[in-house]
């Protein structure tokens, strides 16, 4: 297994309005954020946010290229970014122990925090689809390259792992700076982690490490950043 201390890029907030950050997703062009009552999205680039929607918004946050998935207590909410309106409400595989969420290839994937799991969930109906075990309390999820990342915190120790999706097997750590620990989590679809910072209230970038020419995991399961809308 490879370990490193991750190296923090860029900070973004605290926000206005927003106390803390929960889920946290990328879609192609905005940062979208989870804050308890609201869904925010700001621009990368300046940090300027630019709207928000009022919804539900506890835990984790996913974006598949149309629609926006939420975390709502014991259940995944699936929001059209444009209106705020909810079309469609499947029970969460946590039931409200839930916590990171991100889109891959066609079905969701689930952190479940407590019980040290992620889900592969069915978005049309919520079937558990497969179950990974991690050994560490499970934050956000996401997937790049073939390379399924997650975040964990327990106490002040918080890192990124990217782990084989048959057998859980932690593959590489990126370790946080002692105290700055990870809620949210979405890759950018290149070399940085989105990643939230709980009740800090910020949004940090974190750098992806570099790959040679064969990258990923063996896993057959494609990126979450190919199903990005493009505007």
């Known amino acids: ?8 890029v860029r900070e973004y907030g605290p926000f206005p309005g927003a ?4 889920g946290v997703t990328y879609d192609g062009h905005n940062v979208w954020f989870a804050s308890g009552d609201k869904l925010n999205a700001f621009d990368p680039a ?15 946050t996913a974006f598949d290229g149309q629609h ?15 209106t705020g309106r909810v079309l469609a409400t499947i029970p969460a595989p946590g039931r409200g122990g839930d916590s990171g969420l991100t889109w ?21 109906t919520g079937a558990i689809l497969r179950t990974i075990e991690s050994n560490r309390f499970v934050t956000g999820v996401t997937w790049i390259d073939g390379e ?14 990217r782990v084989d999706p048959r057998t859980g097997e932690v593959l590489e750590r990126l370790e946080m700076p002692p105290g700055v620990g990870i809620s949210g989590l979405e890759s950018d679809g290149g070399d940085q982690f989105f990643c939230g910072g709980g009740k800090s209230g910020k949004v940090r970038t974190v750098r992806r ?3 040679g020419a064969a990258t990923g995991s063996d896993s057959e399961i494609p990126v979450a950043a190919e199903n990005r809308v493009k505007r």
């Open 68 to 82: 926006l998935f939420q975390l709502a207590e014991d259940r995944i909410q699936k929001i059209d970014p444009e």
């Open 209 to 211: 490490p570099k790959r």
């Open 148 to 161: 399924l990342w997650h975040g964990t915190w327990e106490g002040d120790e918080s890192d990124l792992r």
């Open 46 to 60: 300046s940090g300027k946010t630019l709207r928000s929607i009022d919804a539900a918004a506890h835990a984790g």
């Open 1 to 8: 297994m490879n370990k490193s201390n991750a190296k923090i």
């Open 104 to 124: 891959a290839e066609g079905t969701l994937w689930v952190g479940q925090y407590r019980d040290r799991k992620i889900h592969q969930v069915d978005p049309e």
């Open 19 to 22: 106390d803390s950050v929960h």
